[in-house]
């Protein structure tokens, strides 16, 4: 993050976090030492995932390695489905809503109607559930996504993210601030990624950057910035695309989001105009009635008659069968795509990393039979 810039911590709960904090090391110890088990399976497993709560662009990112490994292997994607109305195991397919796996699965499933995408509290169960189906659907690729603290399963490699905006090591433990467990946990990752890095960096701000990371022998480090599309109609029979640079100065916009970091969408959206109103949910956020009339409310102030309501990709599949948005107004709602970007040209070796651990993977089972 840029030099000097605080992060928002609350220091006075240091002692709630000191309690926290034993639980998790004491926990992380049980697995380290084989008393709690970690099981490992056949095929490759890589977990993408963070130590803080929420806000590293864990979703875009695992979508990045499903567009990518898919055009070389059969892929799928394990989520918990958080804030789901179901519980266990369910296998998505064309008819699956939000509801049943949640916002961030659905979206990829939406995205990849061809992924195999599963969601279950318990990741051993979805794996050994994917790995019985017959062989031509089987797995050959099992993304995690979110599963660092999952213990239970040993991934075969692990993509660790941090914010460039609140890096692990300048967070402190939940409630004081918002690590999931102690900053050294990410001696466990193979990959480490900074995430939605300004671009350019300065080359020193990267040198600073790997050394405050304290990268371990065997890490290897990369930086990924965010790429934004074109605006997407959230309800594409009331409406189509609309370009970015079609929006003036004078345009109006009420920005809704129900995510961790909505800071880069409302950067992103006042480089085309000043007058951008943010309404900001908690993450995850699952829209009510109440909440639906305060955004009507909000975007009845705005004057100006191209005033538009720009939400992120996640929100978007919370809202589309909201039945207390009328449909007069339906055209007015928009989202944002975003996208993966390498700094440094790196994206090749990061590929490359990840393919050589699929092949050796391969390899030394083909070895063990």
């Known amino acids: 993050m840029p030099a000097g810039k605080a992060i928002k911590t609350y220091p006075f709960l240091a002692p709630l976090a000191w309690l926290y904090g034993s639980a998790v090391r004491w926990r992380n110890r049980l697995f380290d030492r084989g008393v709690l088990p970690s099981e490992r399976y056949p095929v490759p497993v890589i977990c993408i995932g963070n130590v803080t ?30 804030k789901r109305k179901t519980s266990g195991f369910i296998l998505a397919d064309e008819q699956t809503d939000s509801r049943e796996i949640g916002d961030e699965p659905f979206q990829m499933k ?22 019985q189906l017959p062989e031509a659907e089987r797995p050959e690729v099992i993304l ?16 660790l993210l941090t914010d460039y905006n609140r890096p692990y090591y300048r967070d402190r433990l939940l409630p004081a601030g918002r690590l999931r467990e102690p900053a050294r946990a990410a001696c466990r ?28 022998p065997g890490q290897q480090l990369f930086f990924t910035g965010i790429a934004y599309g074109e605006l997407e109609p ?9 370009l970015l640079q079609d929006i003036r100065p004078g345009n109006e916009i009420l920005a809704v989001s129900g995510i961790a970091s909505p800071e880069p969408l409302l950067n992103e959206l006042r480089r085309y105009t000043p007058q951008v109103t943010a309404m900001n949910f908690p993450d995850h956020h699952l829209f009510n009635s109440k909440d639906i009339e305060r955004i009507r409310k909000e975007f009845g ?52 990393i990840i393919l050589q651990h699929i092949r050796t993977f391969e390899q030394n089972s083909l070895y063990a039979k």
Not at 69 to 81: E, M, N, T
Not at 144 to 159: E, K, M, N
Not at 204 to 216: A, F, G, M
């Open 53 to 82: 709560v929420g806000g590293t662009g864990k979703t875009p990112h695992t979508e990045y390695l499903v567009r990518f490994l898919s055009q070389h292997y059969r892929v799928a994607v394990i989520s918990r489905g958080y």
């Open 110 to 131: 939406k995205k990849f109607p061809g992924l195999l995408l599963a969601v279950d509290s318990d990741r051993r169960h979805a794996i050994r559930t994917l790995l």
């Open 144 to 159: 995690l996504d979110d599963a660092f603290q999952h213990r239970y399963v040993a991934p075969s490699l692990s993509v």
């Open 189 to 216: 990752a193979d990959i480490l990624l900074v995430t939605k890095c300004a671009t350019p960096l300065p080359e020193s701000e990267y040198r600073t950057i790997t050394d405050e990371l304290d990268v371990q």
């Open 234 to 242: 959230v309800f594409p029979a009331s409406g189509g695309k609309r």
């Open 301 to 352: 102030k705005m004057k100006t008659p191209d005033k538009i309501i720009v939400v992120t990709e996640k929100d978007a599949v919370r809202l589309i069968n909201h039945t207390d948005i009328e449909e007069e107004w339906k055209s007015r709602f928009f989202y944002l795509p975003i996208t993966v970007t390498f700094h440094r040209n790196q994206e090749n070796a990061f590929r490359e």
